[in-house]
C-alpha cells in the first residue's frame, strides 16, 4: 500500500487521470456484462441503467433520418416534456461522445418537428407517455409538423 501512494505522489494529477481512465477501460471491455459500456460513462447514465434493470426505469429508441436510434432511459410515469429533456441530454452527450461541436437549438427542433409513436403525436407536454401507449422498447420517430394553412 505504501508503494501505491508513493508512486501516486511522483505523479502528476493528468498522469493519474490517464491512468485511472485507462485502468477503467481495461475493466470495463474486459467484462462481459459491462463490454457495452461507453469508456467514459457517467454517474447519471450508470444510474439510469440501474433503474432499467430494477423496474423503475423505461428505454425508448429514437428513430432519425439516416442515423442510429437513440437510445433514451426515462422513468415509467414521465410526461411529454420530461421526454423530450431526457433527448436532448441524451443527443448532447452522444455529440460530445464522437467529438461534434454543433449548437442545437431544441427550440426549433421543438418548433419544427412532433414526436410520433405508432402514428399517434405526443403533443400534450403535461401528458404521461404511458397515456399514448409508450411502454419499454418501443421506437418513436420524429416527425416534421404540417404548416397550419393560411386563411
Known sequence: MDQIAEVANT??????????????QTILSSDS?????PP???????QSLL????????????????EHPLKVIVPQNTTVRDLKKAISR?????????GNKVKISW???WKTYNINFDSLILD??????????VTNKVTLAFKKKRKKPKL
Do not use: M, P, W
Not at 505523479?11 to 477503467?24: A, F
Not at 467514459?40 to 450508470?46: A, C, N, T, V, W
Not at 434493470?53 to 425508448?60: D, Y
Not at 407536454?125 to 401507449?133: E, F, K, L, T
Open 40 to 46: 467514459d460513462i457517467i454517474l447519471e447514465e450508470i
Open 90 to 98: 441524451h443527443f448532447q452527450l452522444h455529440q460530445n461522445r464522437i
Open 107 to 109: 427550440k426549433y427542433i
Open 11 to 24: 505523479l502528476s494529477h493528468d498522469d493519474l487521470l490517464e491512468v485511472s481512465k485507462s485502468s477503467l
Open 124 to 133: 400534450d407536454d403535461n401528458s404521461c407517455i404511458a397515456n399514448y401507449g
Open 51 to 66: 433503474a432499467v434493470e430494477h423496474g423503475q426505469s423505461i428505454t425508448i429508441y429514437i428513430s432519425r433520418e439516416n
Open 33 to 37: 456484462l459491462l463490454s457495452d459500456l
